[in-house]
C-alpha cells in the first residue's frame, strides 16, 4: 500500500490549507477500515489529529482541531483529505496520514500502513 501525502505549505495564522491523501496498491472498502491524520511538531511526538471510517459514518477528531478541520474521504478515488481553517501557529507540524486496516482508531500503533508526511507551517 502506498500513501501519497500532499498539500502542505506555508501559510498566515487564519489561512485554510485542505491536505489530500491518495492511497493505491491494494483495494480498500472495509467498513471497519480507518483512514487518519496525525501530526509531529518539532521536537514533539506524533499525536493524532482527526480519523474517519471507510464507509464516512463515523469520524473522530483532537480536541484542538474541533471546530476548525474537517476529514472527508472520497471512497471513488481512494482518497482522504483534512480540510485545515483558521490555521495557528501551533498547527505547524508535518502531517502524516495513515490506513488502519482493522478498526478505527486515534492510536498511531493500530495504523499498518503510513504516508510520507506533508509540512504544514504557520506563521504568526
Known amino acids: 500500500v502506498q500513501l501519497q501525502a500532499s498539500g502542505g505549505g506555508l501559510v498566515q495564522a487564519g489561512d485554510s490549507l485542505r491536505l489530500s491523501c491518495a492511497a493505491s496498491?491494494?483495494?480498500?472498502?472495509?467498513?471497519?477500515?480507518?483512514l487518519g491524520w496525525f501530526r509531529q511538531a518539532p521536537g514533539k511526538d506524533r499525536e493524532f489529529v482527526a480519523a474517519?471510517?471507510?464507509?464516512?459514518?463515523?469520524?473522530y477528531q483532537a480536541d484542538s482541531v474541533k471546530g476548525r478541520f474537517t476529514i472527508s474521504r472520497d471512497a471513488a478515488k481512494n482518497t482522504v483529505y483534512l480540510q485545515m481553517n483558521s490555521l495557528k501557529p501551533e498547527d505547524t507540524a508535518v502531517y502524516y496520514c495513515?490506513?488502519?486496516?482493522?478498526?478505527?482508531?486515534?492510536?498511531?500503533?493500530?495504523?499498518?500502513?503510513w504516508g510520507q508526511g506533508t509540512l504544514v507551517t504557520v506563521s504568526a
Open positions: 495513515a490506513v488502519a486496516s482493522r478498526k478505527m482508531s486515534k492510536a498511531d500503533y493500530d495504523y499498518d500502513y
Open positions: 496498491g491494494r483495494t480498500f472498502g472495509a467498513n471497519n477500515m480507518g
Open positions: 474517519i471510517s471507510w464507509s464516512g459514518f463515523t469520524k
